[in-house]
């Protein structure tokens, strides 16, 4: 693996300085930016996405050669702690403050509404009181505006631990709130409402569990609904017949699951680590479910009704019946110009269950809505691998992230798809990746390829090229309307390697092309 000079450089005064001489120093040096093109995209890559119909496509490794990304961009550290493990400041419910600022913390959900603010809702982390030592599963509802750079506490409660209260199924009401949970799945309908499906957490009777609970919340009225599934943790999952939505449908209890929302409006589920159709629970999922929120239904789509199934590869780059990825959690996922579903690594099994299913994974696959196919596009069949960087800016058929969960991604306005750190083998990543659908290569744009780096603040507000988050896992991200790339939080480094990286993080960073 290759680190470019400038990142040589970079590493060596940050091994030999701290404080005030370290930033000294490394904002003086000029680094190569990381996420060039998030507004514009890079390179050769179009917008017309991979594949077609029958699902192989052009997605598959050894196809594209190489190609080369020209664009620069900068971070800026915006908002939050440069230090991990930090209390929530809440100020006033429904009023923004300059003070207000949610706790550190993991696997939260997340959205984007239609006014262009952000939202964040619960996880794992800290409340305002460090209950539990910062490990409280929160139902903390938080907005911030980009415009005005504030946060808003806007529900829930800002102590962790809460039971759930569910009120009457299909009606929202001002009462209503889902219980503390952390790894819940999240995403936004056409009408601009939210959504929050499972994770684990606080049920009606304050027990805690996987939980299979759907919920609605419209930004709007400010009240939650809850839509389906069950309000008592551990629930098997009703899968009915394979492809056939029906009334009676709801999957299993889980967290960790992966999500996207295709072209109809329509949200596709993946895997996890839950419960089965057999109430077997603790094991990761490698089940597809498809919701349609006009219907109310659920369809199981693909994959297994029982856990700890081994991946179906068959040939890279090759669409079939029998495919299937293997059950996993903390993937992370895209969705093309085409309307296909992309799924990248996560924790769990392989083509050979190497690790006894616990291991960390690298492919990438690709699911036709179409045609119901899965197709292997690029990474190992076996789990554990490393990257291969190649040269940093230069895409190329042979690249390829390290295994990996929990990393922070988006799609660009060229259809691009990004990915940031995650954790894998050798601890937090930093680095960044680019893959183009048009060509099916990977491109390692900037960051380390090494892992457990400390942050590099440099001055809050201020964008620069040396600036660069610490390596992190599982926080969340969100895209605005001018095509920069925010994110906050996750576990991992600060700006001093607080706890060997296993903080809590609460900063808040943006990508500007």
């Known amino acids: ?236 999952g009703q899968f009915g017949t394979l492809g056939t939505a029906a009334a009676g449908n709801i999957p299993s209890a889980r967290k960790h699951a992966l999500s996207w929302v295709d072209a109809s409006g329509n949200l596709w589920l993946f895997g996890g680590i839950g419960c089965d159709a057999n109430d077997s629970c603790g094991n990761y999922l490698n089940d597809l479910w498809e919701y349609n929120p006009g219907t109310g239904e659920w369809a199981w789509m693909s994959g297994s009704k029982t856990n700890g199934q081994n991946g179906s590869y068959g040939t890279k780059g090759t669409a079939a019946a029998s495919n299937v990825p293997g059950a996993r959690n903390v993937a992370v996922g895209w969705t093309d110009g085409k309307g296909n579903l992309y799924l990248f690594g996560g924790n769990g099994y392989d083509s050979v269950g190497t690790g006894g299913g616990s291991a960390y994974l690298n492919d990438l696959w690709k699911y036709n809505t179409g045609n119901q196919e899965w197709t292997w596009v690029s990474g190992s069949s076996t789990a554990n691998a490393t990257g291969s960087y190649g040269t940093e800016g230069t895409g190329a058929s042979s690249n390829v992230p390290g295994a990996r969960w929990g990393s922070f991604t988006w799609v660009d306005s060229a259809g691009n798809f990004w990915l940031f750190g995650g954790y894998g083998n050798n601890g937090e990543y930093n680095d960044a990746w680019e893959f183009t659908p048009s060509n099916g290569n990977w491109t390692w744009v900037d960051g380390e390829d090494t892992t457990n780096n400390d942050g590099v603040y440099g001055t809050e507000g201020t964008a620069s090229a040396s600036n660069l988050p610490g390596g992190r896992e599982r926080g969340v991200v969100w895209v605005d309307s001018s095509g920069n790339a925010w994110i906050f939080g996750g576990e991992g480094y600060d700006s001093v390697g607080t706890g060997a990286g296993t903080g809590f993080m609460n900063d808040l960073w943006k990508y500007e092309p």
């Open 1 to 236: 693996m290759k680190r470019s000079a400038f990142q040589t450089v970079r590493r060596s005064l940050i091994g030999l300085f701290s404080g005030p001489r370290l930033f000294a120093l490394v904002l003086s040096i000029s680094v190569a930016a990381f996420f060039a093109g998030c507004g514009g995209g890079k390179g050769s890559s179009s917008s017309s996405g991979s594949g077609g119909s029958g699902g192989s496509g052009s997605g598959g490794s050894g196809g594209g050669g190489t190609s080369t990304s020209s664009g620069m961009g900068s971070w800026a550290w915006v908002g939050g702690s440069k230090t991990a493990n930090q209390n929530g400041s809440y100020g006033t419910l429904g009023t923004a403050a300059a003070t207000s600022m949610p706790g550190g913390r993991l696997i939260a959900a997340s959205w984007t509404d239609t006014s262009g603010n952000f939202w964040l809702f619960g996880g794992e982390g800290y409340d305002s009181a460090g209950t539990e030592d910062g490990e409280a599963s929160l139902n903390d509802l938080w907005k911030f505006s980009p415009s005005a750079g504030q946060w808003t506490w806007m529900g829930g409660s800002k102590t962790g631990n809460q039971t759930g209260v569910y009120g009457t199924l299909g009606t929202a009401a001002a009462a209503n709130i889902p219980g503390g949970r952390n790894a819940p799945t999240s995403w936004t309908d056409a009408s601009g409402n939210f959504w929050l499906f499972g994770g684990a957490g606080y049920d009606s009777d304050g027990s805690t569990g996987y939980l299979n609970d759907l919920w609605e919340y419209s930004p709007s009225s400010g009240d939650w609904k809850w839509v389906a599934g069950s309000n008592i943790n551990g629930q098997a």
